[in-house]
């Protein structure tokens, strides 16, 4: 589903996108290393890398390579409204890194908001299922097959890419997706009516 205030959602996406490539600007024009600030794997220093890691990249080629999914992934993953999406994204963010922290290689570094891209699209997939939404459904048909290669980033195979980021990631987002089917669903009363002559339970 496309969100329902897209020109909002489309200035909520690009600002964080901006955001991204600020703190890259930054990071490569004064000499402060931001990179360091990354998830330092089961460290206790280096536990607070899980709020930071996501605004960070190792180069402009990482960054670039995360912008198309990150820009398009957080503009559907607003269809819900910004309070949802914040919600689904701090979800992803906190399962994401802490994935990472625990089952990353010890002493590696991990850096960018691939795990992000990854739990959105996730999210994006199995939310439908959730929900039960024949419109949700249809929309993770068309990412499925569009970005479903994607999913293969995962799985380990490519020597310095974190496919722990990207599994703890999407798992974020399938929590999230649960959390807020839940969030939606209507309220059942599961009282009995009261009728002349009888009690409700």
């Known amino acids: 589903m496309i969100p329902r205030k897209p020109l909002t959602a489309a200035v909520v996406a690009v600002s964080f996108l901006a955001l991204l490539y600020v703190v890259e600007l930054v990071d490569v024009v004064l000499p402060m290393d931001l990179d360091r600030n990354g998830i330092v794997a089961r460290s206790l220093d280096g536990l607070d890398g899980v709020v930071w890691a996501p605004l960070l990249h190792a180069d402009w080629a990482h960054l670039l390579a995360n912008s198309w999914p990150v820009a398009v992934f957080a503009f559907l993953a607003m269809a819900g409204g910004v309070g949802q999406w914040v919600v689904v994204t701090a ?47 249809a929309v993770a048909v068309v990412l499925l097959v569009l970005w479903g290669g994607m999913l293969w980033g995962v799985f380990p195979g490519t020597p310095g890419v974190s496919w722990q980021g990207h599994l703890f990631g999407a798992a974020g987002g399938v929590l999230a997706a649960w959390l807020v089917a839940r969030a939606d669903r209507p309220t059942r009363s599961t009282g009995t009516a009261n009728r002349p002559g009888s009690l409700g339970a």
Request: glycine content about 14%.
């Open 91 to 137: 979800t992803i963010w906190v399962v994401g890194g802490l994935g990472v922290w625990l089952t990353a290689p010890e002493h590696t570094v991990t850096v960018g908001a691939s795990g992000l891209a990854f739990g959105w699209l996730a999210f994006l997939l199995v939310r439908g299922v959730f929900s039960r939404s024949v419109a949700q459904l």
